[in-house]
């Protein structure tokens, strides 16, 4: 497995700090290649879009 991309939507949370540090720390059994990360964009209807960015590598 070459590893895993992981989208976290709502990343402006105040959790995804945590969120972060849960993946790096199961690296061995968990081989995340990326995180990308986004936030909502407008209301929270569906279909309204969201900004995305790339953290990792």
Known sequence: MDGLTIAVI???SPYTPELI??????????PVREVRL???CG???AG???AGGAAGG
């Not at 540090?21 to 968990?30: I, P, S, Y």
Request: aromatic content about 4%; proline content about 0%; glycine content about 22%.
């Open 10 to 12: 709502g990343a402006g």
């Open 38 to 40: 986004g936030r909502r």
């Open 43 to 45: 209301s929270s209807t």
């Open 48 to 50: 309204r879009g969201w």
């Open 21 to 30: 540090e849960g993946l790096a720390a199961r690296q061995e059994c968990l």
